[in-house]
DNA sequence: ACCTGAACACCGTTCAAGT
DNA sequence: ACCTGAACACCGTTCAAGT
């Protein structure tokens, strides 16, 4: 087979399986080849669609980032908006948690990501912040999001309990994993609420 | 040469080659060809020393976290200790970014990443805080430092001005890189300053 | 325009052979 | 015990050849 009269691949087409690659095993199990076999062509074929491996691994996190709610922004005080935003952030990335690496490198030049950082930034100007506030609440929202997605803090510890007898304290760690959800949940939950409740005493002591 | 009677290698040596490389090139860029080159060796040796790369990984990963100065624990009370150690925990991860996406996973059997979190769940729990709260304390500090140290905020946006014609409150984005070490730092410290106001206030109010 | 096979310069890891 | 060369099964990417 040389060109087909009816293409093989789409750019929509390569997204899905690699989306679906990544999420079922992981960035490194991202190959070209790999994901060429998926989609029934040879690795090459690729490269009519994307420039580089890396061009298809952005798209498919910023695939990933545009499934987060940023509508709260237009209808929500720039506190409740914060909070709703950063649970529909911190729920997709909780959902794809490997192509979270990608994702807290920034946005770069992904338009997904752009897209949600000029919602964020635009409403917390817009409701009174000082530009240099703005950005420090747009990157500690971020900080908080991506640094719970990348890695699960219940699941970080090895479960062998022998590992343990040296740390009196850590007597617990190696069942955390068995209510990983609810730690990992709750950590959450008690940060977003410092965070916001934190900044709202200051927005209305004037300090912006 | 076969076996010389002073072994070539040592696990401190490669240790170290490892993390000169993965600081000034990357975590790409530690490949064990790559890495036996710089020690004047052929690849296969280092598996003399080393199981797998994963675990020469582990090890330049658990360097990494014993430079953080955990002292602050046995001299101070637990709010001042907390923030003591998040900042060199910060200062740390900093100045090692290229090694950072393997610390998020969690201490999982570095002795160095447990006695970390042996001597800050310890102190939490001696202080009076819960079981409970202390693990989510102890998973939102490193979500903080992490998520902070993974990637800059303010380095995160592509510097072509042009790209940002389409989102009218992003003009200041690409200029963010000239200033972004007081952007980073000072929205770590705002956080760092709301998670342990915030801590203190329940603290006070009974709610450990 | 878009897919292919062949090729290049890489990987991590195993293993028998050497001292 | 520890280093080596050869080998295996992989990588990302280029490119001329095909329709």
Redesign the interface.
């Known amino acids: 087979m040389a060109r087909p009269r009816q293409a093989l691949l789409t750019r929509e087409r390569i997204v899905e399986a690699a989306s679906a690659l990544v999420d079922a095993e992981g960035l490194d199990a991202l190959s070209t080849r790999r994901l060429a076999t998926e989609l029934s062509v040879q690795g090459p074929s690729l490269y009519n669609h994307f420039a580089t491996k890396s061009d298809i691994v952005d798209a498919v996190a910023d695939a990933v980032i545009e499934q987060v709610d940023v509508s709260a922004f237009g209808t929500f005080p720039w506190d409740e908006a914060l909070r709703r935003w950063a649970r529909s952030y911190h729920a997709v990335l909780s959902a794809h948690p490997n192509i979270v ?1 990608v994702l ?6 992904r338009p997904g990501g ?2 949600m ?2 919602a964020v ?2 409403a917390l ?1 817009d409701a009174g912040w000082s ?3 703005a ?6 929202m ?7 997605a ?9 479960v ?1 309990p022998q ?2 007898d040296r ?4 007597g ?2 190696p069942r ?1 994993a068995e209510h990983h959800e609810a ?2 949940e ?3 939950e ?2 977003l ?3 916001i ?3 709202t005493a200051r927005y209305e002591m004037g300090t912006r």
């Open positions: 690496p807290a490198q920034g946005p770069g030049r752009l897209a950082a000029e930034y635009g100007v530009y240099a506030r950005t420090h609440i747009g990157a500690l971020r900080y908080l999001v991506t640094g719970s990348l890695g699960s803090f219940a699941l970080g510890f090895d062998d590992l343990y740390y009196p304290h850590l617990h760690a955390l730690v990992d709750g950590a959450f008690l940060g609420d410092l965070l409740t934190g900044l």
